[in-house]
């Protein structure tokens, strides 16, 4: 990853946490030959931070235009929103214009530290095949649950939600979801289909500084697979050798490493499994190698305390 807004809030998003979890302050990162160098006056820490995907120009180009129309919308503070896997900003109006504004709407309300959903309504579509059985057929972003789904439909049904990439956080919120699935169910005849809104929900959260102030869009090419796994090892190994590059030659006392990946949640990220089956020898001298996904920070390998400690 570039030495751009992204990676820095990644970075900055990465050491916060590491100062809560063990109660240090290193501060004011410094980008340095790839990495970044943060210090809390006594000792210093190394950062690489890089995403587990090729980056794309065009896919960039598209994250910074976002950004750039966000920034302008007057909002203060560093402001970091994850993009669903396969999920795509809007580039056409008046859709593009509509994207911004309730991102500014929710960022708005936001303390540093703080973290939200920001929602966008999409087209799921529902047909009904028979009357007899129980059973809903989903495709799309919602076929995580289809068992769920299913038990709250009537009759035989397929669901299209390919274009949802990624539903609330919330449990409440999936049950009442799931629920209104079903009354709107109950009105659909035999060998008819209905159209229906189901929101959408980003993570925005607002980093505990306000550097960089601003927006940041991070996510992976709507073409990346984060499920993938020959995909996700060869990207995880290609960054680790690329970290060891950037952060052996520092003279610093903790080196960490942020991997970003594309999960609608972080409690599904692999990516941690993946490294820890890698070759020792590319984190046997990285103190920290961590997972940044979805507004989370997910340790793989982590000290017991700092080495100084």
């Known amino acids: 990853m570039a030495t751009d807004r992204v990676a820095l809030s990644c970075a900055r998003l990465l050491l916060d946490w590491l100062n809560a979890r063990f109660d240090a302050s290193f501060a004011a990162l410094e980008p340095r030959d790839g990495a970044f160098v943060a210090s809390d006056g006594a000792h210093s820490a190394g950062l690489f931070v890089a995403p587990l995907w090729e980056e794309d120009a065009a896919w960039q180009e598209r994250l910074r235009g976002h950004e750039a129309r966000l920034d302008a919308g007057g909002v203060e503070g560093a402001f970091l929103l994850w993009v669903p896997p396969r999920a795509t900003p809007p580039v056409e109006e008046p859709a593009a214009s509509v994207f911004v504004q309730r991102v500014l709407d929710a960022a708005a309300s936001l303390a540093p530290g703080e973290r939200t959903e920001v929602t966008f ?28 789904i299913t038990e709250s439909v009537q009759g035989t ?153």
């Open 121 to 148: 309504p999409v087209v799921v579509k529902m047909g009904k095949s028979r009357e007899e059985g129980g059973y809903a057929s989903v495709t799309g972003g919602l076929s995580r649950w289809w068992t769920r």
């Open 157 to 309: 049904f397929s669901v299209d939600s390919t274009a949802v990439h990624r539903i609330t956080h919330d449990g409440d919120a999936r049950e009442r979801l799931w629920e209104s699935i079903g009354e709107i169910a109950r009105d659909v005849a035999v060998g008819r289909a209905v159209a229906f809104d189901v929101d959408e929900a980003w993570t925005l959260q607002r980093l505990p500084g306000d550097e960089p102030n601003g927006f940041a869009l991070a996510g992976a090419p709507p073409s990346v697979d984060p499920t993938e796994g020959i995909l996700v090892r060869r990207a995880a190994r290609k960054r680790l050798q690329q970290a060891n590059e950037a952060l052996l030659p520092l003279e610093v006392d903790l080196r960490a490493v942020g991997l970003v990946g594309a999960y609608e949640y972080a409690d599904l990220e692999g990516a941690g499994a993946t490294v820890k089956a890698l070759d020792p020898g590319l984190y046997a001298r990285l103190e920290a190698v961590c997972v940044l996904a979805d507004g989370d920070v997910r340790p793989t390998f982590l000290p017991r305390s700092l080495p100084w400690q």
